[in-house]
């Protein structure tokens, strides 16, 4: 099977873009996945006795899903994309979960806000304003990794690696009968 080899010279706009795409990832994990969040989560566990125990657990949660994000732009950042793809799926969907759960309560509750930012506005509205960008992260790295983890270079890649393999496992075994040592004298 003949293996294409496809050069970072005949894409150059694909690299310049890969690396657009690297930074915002970077940024959006910094701001959207560590200080909304965060924020938002820091409401649950200082009101976890108003609200209830289940939010305690939702903001630990919420907390523990930012952190498997960050392991999974890491991951990406260390070219394992599919691993990375999967973690930010299932820290993505807890997440959403978590949020709609949460407003869920708040709404059947009818609980306002009543900071200055957020007074008049529903606290499901304010939730979902807080911890909804923090999907972008989540969506960008689905899009980087799966696009590079299905590309033609790296799937020449990995076929390379493949048949390589493959070649060191069906290559014959030295012969234990000619060894080359004449033990006759």
Partial sequence: M????ISKKKQPAAGA??????????????LL????????SKGWLLHADNYGAGFRISAY??????????????????RKDLIAAVLGTVSGV????????AMQ????RGWSGRTEASFGLQAATVWR??????????????????TRYFSLSERALRQQKRDAKERAE??????ILDSGTDRSA
């Fill in 33 to 40: 996945t560590w200080l909304l969040p965060w924020q938002g």
């Fill in 129 to 146: 304003n807080g911890l909804a960008p923090s999907f972008a992260t989540v969506v960008l790295l689905l899009l980087l990794a799966l």
């Fill in 17 to 30: 873009l890969r690396m657009t795409g690297t930074v915002l990832l970077i940024l959006s994990l910094l």
């Fill in 2 to 5: 003949k293996v294409v080899s």
């Fill in 170 to 175: 069906n290559a014959s075994a030295p012969s």
């Fill in 94 to 101: 807890t997440v959403l979960a978590v949020l709609l759960r």
């Fill in 61 to 78: 949660l919420v907390r523990g899903c930012s952190g498997l994000v960050t392991a999974g732009v890491l991951l990406y950042l260390l």
């Fill in 105 to 108: 309560i708040a709404e059947e």
